[in-house]
């Protein structure tokens, strides 16, 4: 390094982040990890939203639904710092991590109220699958995992999560309901309310900022589309939702889930009871074995591959791979990832995983685990911000739902449609979580057609012996019901 390129106080991390050494400078690497806290800082507005109402209960009045989103929004931020700081400073890569939106979505809208399965159960198995994958990583087991389920059900998977992400922000928002077939535009067929013109704004204004490639452009439609609402709601007295008479006055065109309206200060004292809210055990409990077992392994999943994707995509966009398209300190990457599981289940949060928008920072220079010190500095200063957190309403963050759907949805074009041994799993993958609003079908429903097919084309052999199993569990889960009819089993 040049003598006098950075004052002396900075010598000594730039030798422990080894910032020249990969060709970067201190510059770059903050200007890196300021870039992509507000690339992925929407996670703090997403994760109480989809997170929220599972914490508090489905009783919650009000009050407690805008407290249980606070003590969400503060404990995402100090989870994710603390993740995103160890990422930087034990495997020195320029990843950042946060609640994972695929994972936070499975929590709340499939596992929670499930055979009476509680939000402290859900974090319970987040914590268990985080430890699996751990041990699965210190064993060096976790790659053989990975080439077990075919590249094209992986892909499926992401893609499938995404349409299922979308979804919920469709309905979230009210644009899609239930009416008087399954699922209808807005009410009664057509689009009514202010509310879901702030929806609309929201997603064209974002649509609008990605498609000029506007860093931040999720967040910047976030924050606008909330400073509408703000406004809109402050003129109009729009009240919140509400389509049951027997919780008071009908209110189909009001504001969901939060009234866009600050009644106190934006900072506060953080409420962070939400830490060690689990149950390690008691979904055994609730489910059963076998039950369990196809939920953790779920988890299991949408981590474990999106992750290893993830780590690669980061480090050819900086350069960092090697010959054989490994990322430097490659088990050290994969162990705080599976630790950021394990402390988001401990937080109540939802598992924490990496995020591929660390892809803009390292497109702005970062190369290094300085970057994260900084994106990491910023979650953690975002904990006082949870009031401002609790007044966004569904209209003016699901929009960002649409989005990243889209962005995860882009994934399709890897899978080989033309052939349909390949095909028809992804696709029964890929309906099967919108359609039945579940993740964890849509997975068995892609494993169990993908053994079929095989089977039917005289290729059982070819088949992984975990595949075999994991199908097998599922349609035992699947069946569940008659076959305890049939045993007499309550």
Do not use: C
């Amino acid at each position: 390094m040049p003598q006098g390129s950075h004052t002396p106080l900075l010598h000594p991390l730039d030798r422990f982040f080894h910032v020249t050494e990969r060709g970067s400078s201190i510059d770059r690497e903050v200007r890196g990890g300021l870039v992509t806290f507000f690339t992925m800082s929407y996670i703090l507005v997403l994760n109480p939203i989809i997170l929220g109402s599972a914490f508090a209960g489905p009783d919650a009045g009000a009050g407690d639904l805008d407290a249980a989103k606070a003590q969400i929004a503060a404990a995402t931020a100090l989870i994710a710092g603390v993740m995103t700081l160890l990422m930087g400073v034990v495997a020195n890569y320029p990843l950042a991590m946060a609640a994972g939106l695929g994972i936070n979505a499975m929590v709340a809208y499939t596992i929670v109220g499930t055979n009476g399965m509680t939000f402290a159960d859900a974090m319970g198995l987040i914590v268990i699958e985080g430890v699996i994958i751990l041990v699965l990583v210190l064993t060096g087991f976790r790659e053989a995992v990975f080439r077990a389920v075919p590249v094209h059900l992986r892909t499926a998977i992401s893609v499938g999560i995404g349409l299922f992400i979308a979804l919920i922000g469709l309905v979230d928002a009210k644009v899609v309901r239930a009416g008087g077939t399954p699922l209808e535009l807005g009410l009664g067929g057509s689009l009514q309310g202010w509310p879901v013109l702030v929806f609309l704004f929201g997603l064209f204004f974002t649509i609008v900022l990605y498609i000029r490639r506007v860093r931040g452009s999720i967040l910047i439609g976030i924050v606008t589309s909330t400073v509408l609402a703000v406004v809109i709601e402050a003129v109009l007295h729009l009240g919140a939702f509400n389509d049951d008479a027997s919780r008071g006055t009908l209110n189909p065109t009001g504001w969901a889930l939060s009234v866009p309206a600050l009644s106190d200060s934006p900072v506060a004292v953080p409420d962070l009871s939400s830490l060690g809210h689990f149950s390690l055990l008691g979904s055994f409990e609730r489910m059963g074995t076998v039950s369990v077992v196809l939920l953790v392994f779920s988890l299991m999943l949408a981590d474990f591959f999106d992750t290893m994707g993830t780590m690669v995509a980061i480090g050819a966009e900086g350069d960092l791979l090697d010959e054989d398209g490994n990322p430097p300190r490659t088990r050290e990457i994969l162990v705080v990832d599976s630790v950021g599981a394990i402390a988001g289940g401990l937080g109540g949060v939802s598992s924490n995983t990496s995020y591929v928008e660390s892809a803009a920072g390292v497109g702005e220079g970062a190369r290094t685990g300085l970057a994260n010190v900084v994106t990491g500095a910023l979650f953690l200063l975002s904990v006082f911000l949870s009031p401002v957190v609790a007044m966004v309403p569904y209209e003016a963050a699901t929009p960002a739902l649409v989005i990243v759907g889209f962005l995860m949805m882009t994934q399709v074009a890897e899978i080989d449609w033309k052939r349909p041994e390949l095909g028809v799993p992804a696709f029964m993958t890929i309906i099967m979580m919108p359609f039945s609003y579940s993740i964890t079908n849509g997975i068995g429903a892609g494993f169990v057609t993908y053994v079929v097919v095989q089977v039917s084309r005289g290729k059982a052999r070819s088949v992984h012996p975990l595949m075999w199993f994991t199908a097998a569990l599922f349609v035992v889960y699947f069946t569940l019901t008659p076959i305890k009819e049939i045993l007499g089993v309550s």
